[in-house]
């Protein structure tokens, strides 16, 4: 698995989380108008890296509302990760599949 060389640390991280889960997904994929950190097509899910801090700024919260109200069902899940360690980030994608 090639990564964009500009993934940040925690991207990195959630790649490799993502592989261990055996989940086979697209970094920096373009949907409608936007670019989501990662595409699981099998689960038609969104994942962003959004750090310890967050993203969930107004332009995020537009980006997600239409992302999920698209008509073609593309999205139906999308997730934010916070955590920027291996073990945060595990906690939080199993936290995330045993709801599926």
Partial sequence: ????????K????LAS??????FRFTEQFNILNYTVDF???ELNMVIEADGKVGHLRKADAKRDAALLAS??????YVIHITKDTT???MEELCQVFDKL
């Fill in 1 to 8: 698995m090639l990564l964009p060389k500009d993934f940040t």
């Fill in 10 to 13: 925690q991207e990195k991280i």
């Fill in 17 to 22: 989380c993502l592989s261990s889960f055996g």
């Fill in 39 to 41: 595409w699981i097509r």
């Fill in 71 to 76: 008509e073609d069902p593309i999205v139906q």
């Fill in 87 to 89: 073990e945060g980030i």
